[in-house]
C-alpha cells in the first residue's frame, strides 16, 4: 500500500508540473493469490493483505484478511525519513463482543473511526487513540503508559448498523430501515444533528445546550432519531408554543425550554423531555407502515463533515400523505362550520416578554460583534447561520400561507405539554396528571 503527497517548496510552486513524494507503508505487499506465504516471521505474514483502508488527520488505518487493524503515521515529506513499521490497534480484539473477532468494515474521517464486526459490533476510535499507541510503539517514555480502549455505545451494538458518518464531534449512524441517529456535540448550536435549534425545537429532542458557547449535546451514549416528516416538526413547534406560554404548563416548560436566561434548563428535564419524543415518535407511521416496509423516509446514503450533515433520502410521498392524515382531526374548514374557535390563531402572532426581547437584542448584538471580527481577521464570516436563519422565517412564512388557507386540527391539539417522571424521581410541576 502506497501513499503520497505533494512536494512544497517554493521552486516547485512556479513550474508548471507538479511533482509528489511516494512511499510504500512497510509489510503491506502481501496478496494470497501469491504461492505459499513465505517467512511467517517476516513484516509481511505478520501483517496479511490489506482489505480496507482510510485516511485520517496524520494518520491511515487499515484492516487485513487476518482480521487486524494497523495504524500508519504519515509523516512527510516521505523522502527524507525511512517510513516505521505499522502499528497494530490490538485494543479493539479483547473490547469486542464476538467470541471470534472478525471485521467487516472499516469507516471513518478527519479524527473518527469505526470498525464493524461480521456479528453486528460497532467500535469507535479517535485520533487520541492513535496517538497513544503510535507512542507506545515508538516513545520508550509512553511504552508503559495505558493504552485506551474503542468506545462501545450499546445501541449501536447489533441493532442493524450500515454506516457511520463522522463529522468534527458529531456523527450520524445509518440503520439498515433506513434510519440515521445522531450522537455527540453540535458545536455552537449551528445544526449538525438535525434536531433542531436552542431557540426552537432542539431541547424536545433531549439537546442540552450551553448558555455561553451553545454547543448542544444529548449526553453519554445518548442518540436521537433524525426526522424527515415536517408535519412531525409542526407537531413540535406547536408542542413548544404550549411549554412556552403562560399558564400551568410554564413551569415544567421552563425546565426543558430556557436556554438563555434563568430559570435555567434542566439536564434532567430535558433528558426525559427528549426520551418522551423518541418514543412517541416511533409511533408516528404505526397503522401506516407495516413491520418489515420501507418507512415513507428512507435513508440512502449519510455523511457529515465538520459541523455538517446531510442525507441521500428516498421518499415515498404517498405513505407520508397516509402518514400525516392520520394525526389531523378536523380541518379548518370543517371546524369553522361547526362554529368551532379558531385553536391556533395565536401559534404566529406571541409577543415576546421584555425579559426575551432584551436576550434576543443581545444575541444578535454579539452575532453582529462576532462577524465583525471575523472580517477584520480575514476569516470567513458564518455566512450559513444567516442562510439557516434566513431559510427558517421562510419556512415559518409558508406555514403561515398554508395555515391561512386550510387550517387543521391534529391530534395533539388540544394535549397539553407533558409532564414527567423524571429519572431522578422528581415530577416535572403541574396540575395535569403525569404523562406516561
Known amino acids: 500500500m502506497s501513499m503520497w503527497a505533494r512536494k512544497e517548496s517554493s521552486a516547485l510552486l512556479q513550474a508548471d508540473a507538479v511533482l509528489i513524494d511516494t ?3 512497510p509489510g503491506t505487499g502481501f496478496s494470497s493469490s501469491h504461492t505459499g506465504r513465505g517467512d511467517p516471521a517476516s513484516l509481511e505474514s505478520r501483517i496479511g493483505q490489506v482489505t480496507n483502508h482510510i485516511v485520517l ?15 500508519h503515521r504519515t509523516d512527510f515529506p516521505v523522502l527524507e525519513l525511512q517510513p516505521r513499521e505499522p502499528v497494530e490497534l490490538s485494543a479493539f480484539y479483547p473490547a469486542s463482543v464476538d467470541a471470534h473477532f472478525a471485521v467487516r ?4 474521517s478527519f479524527r473518527s473511526f469505526a470498525i464493524f464486526t461480521t456479528s453486528g459490533g460497532v467500535m469507535i476510535g479517535d485520533r487520541a ?3 497513544a499507541f503510535y507512542s507506545a510503539a515508538y516513545d520508550p517514555e509512553s511504552s508503559n503508559a495505558s493504552l485506551p480502549q474503542p468506545k462501545i455505545i450499546p445501541a449501536l451494538q447489533n441493532n442493524s448498523i450500515t454506516a457511520i ?3 468534527d464531534h458529531h456523527f450520524q449512524a445509518l440503520r439498515s430501515d433506513g434510519t440515521i441517529v445522531a450522537y455527540g456535540m453540535d458545536i455552537q448550536a449551528c445544526g449538525a444533528f438535525g434536531l433542531g435549534y436552542p431557540q426552537g425545537t432542539g431541547p424536545l429532542r433531549g439537546l442540552r445546550f450551553d448558555s455561553v458557547s451553545s454547543n448542544g449535546t444529548l449526553g453519554e451514549n445518548v442518540g436521537r432519531e433524525v426526522w424527515f416528516d415536517p408535519t412531525m416538526h409542526r407537531w413540535l413547534a406547536d408542542m413548544r408554543k404550549k411549554g412556552s406560554m403562560d399558564g400551568e404548563a410554564k413551569a415544567r416548560g421552563d425546565m426543558v425550554l430556557s436556554i438563555s436566561r434563568p430559570p435555567w434548563q434542566d439536564p434532567a428535564a430535558a433528558m ?3 426520551d418522551y419524543f423518541e418514543r412517541e415518535g416511533r409511533k408516528w407511521e404505526d397503522g401506516v407502515t407495516e413491520e418489515g416496509e420501507m418507512g415513507s423516509y428512507f435513508v440512502l446514503k449519510v455523511a457529515a463533515a465538520g459541523w455538517h450533515s446531510a442525507a441521500l433520502v428516498l421518499v415515498d410521498e404517498e405513505k407520508a400523505e397516509q402518514a400525516r392524515q392520520k394525526h389531523v382531526l378536523q380541518p379548518e374548514a370543517k371546524a369553522q362550520e361547526n362554529n368551532e374557535p379558531d385553536w391556533h390563531g395565536g401559534t404566529w402572532e406571541d409577543i415576546d416578554a421584555p425579559w426575551d426581547q432584551l436576550s434576543k437584542a443581545l444575541a444578535g448584538l454579539a452575532g453582529w460583534l462576532w462577524e465583525t471580527g471575523r472580517r477584520f481577521l480575514g476569516l470567513t464570516p458564518g455566512d450559513e447561520r444567516v442562510v439557516a436563519a434566513a431559510a427558517e422565517s421562510e419556512g415559518d412564512a409558508e406555514e403561515r400561507k398554508e395555515d391561512e388557507g386550510d387550517r387543521v386540527r391534529y391530534t395533539w391539539s388540544d394535549q397539553p405539554f407533558p409532564r414527567l417522571r423524571l429519572a431522578d424521581g422528581r415530577v416535572m410541576p403541574g396540575e395535569i396528571e403525569i404523562t406516561e
Open 165 to 167: 458518518a463522522f463529522g
Open 272 to 274: 426525559a423531555m427528549g
Open 129 to 131: 487513540m492513535l496517538d
Open 23 to 25: 512511499a510504500t507503508i
Open 105 to 108: 468494515d472499516l469507516q471513518g
Open 57 to 71: 488527520e496524520n494518520y491511515i488505518v487499515f484492516t487485513t484478511k487476518l482480521n487486524k487493524v494497523f495504524l
